[in-house]
């Protein structure tokens, strides 16, 4: 982010692609988030936590848990992706903006990762 000629996220690239349906793009994005290990390891380790092995129907329990789960995921996604996409709108005409969220970020990540090596040498030692 801090190197000269660096680009920032929220940067908006013109490409041109040929147009994908929607409903192509709804599908390419489910099965994106059904295959991630992350989600997976999210329903094996956290998910049985909040199971009540006591009061019967398991499977019920599993499957409206997850589906909550689902729900708030995806509405935190849907969130995010419209957030980003006006962020993005918002800075295409103020090249200052992006420069300084390229600074910000990007001295953000510096810190966090002087920070880790700090802890790594500490460990270490």
Same mark, same amino acid.
């Given at each position: 982010?801090?190197?000269?000629?660096?680009?920032?996220?929220?940067?908006?690239?013109?490409?041109?692609?040929?147009?994908?349906?929607?409903?192509?793009?709804?599908?390419?994005?489910?099965?994106?988030?059904?295959?991630?290990?992350?989600?997976?390891?999210?329903?094996?380790?956290?998910?049985?936590?909040?199971?009540?092995? *006591?009061?019967?129907?398991? =499977?019920? /329990?599993?499957?409206?848990? %997850?589906?909550? #789960?689902? @729900?708030?995921? !995806?509405?935190?996604?849907?969130?995010?992706?419209?957030?980003?996409?006006?962020?993005?709108?918002?800075?295409?005409? *103020?090249?200052?903006?992006? =420069?300084? /969220?390229?600074?910000?970020? %990007?001295?953000? #990540?510096? @810190?966090?990762? !002087?920070?880790?090596?700090?802890?790594?040498?500490?460990?270490?030692?």
């Amino acid at each position: 982010m801090l190197r000269p000629g660096g680009r920032s996220p929220l940067q908006v690239q013109v490409q041109v692609q040929a147009s994908e349906p929607p409903r192509r793009l709804v599908a390419m994005g489910a099965m994106t988030s059904l295959l991630n290990p992350k989600l997976a390891l999210v329903f094996l380790s956290i998910l049985p936590q909040f199971i009540d092995y *006591r009061a019967g129907g398991v =499977l019920g /329990q599993t499957l409206t848990l %997850g589906l909550a #789960l689902t @729900v708030a995921f !995806a509405g935190v996604n849907a969130r995010v992706a419209m957030s980003s996409g006006r962020a993005a709108a918002l800075m295409t005409g *103020r090249p200052q903006w992006l =420069l300084a /969220q390229r600074w910000v970020a %990007g001295g953000i #990540l510096a @810190v966090l990762g !002087a920070r880790m090596a700090f802890d790594f040498w500490h460990w270490t030692h």
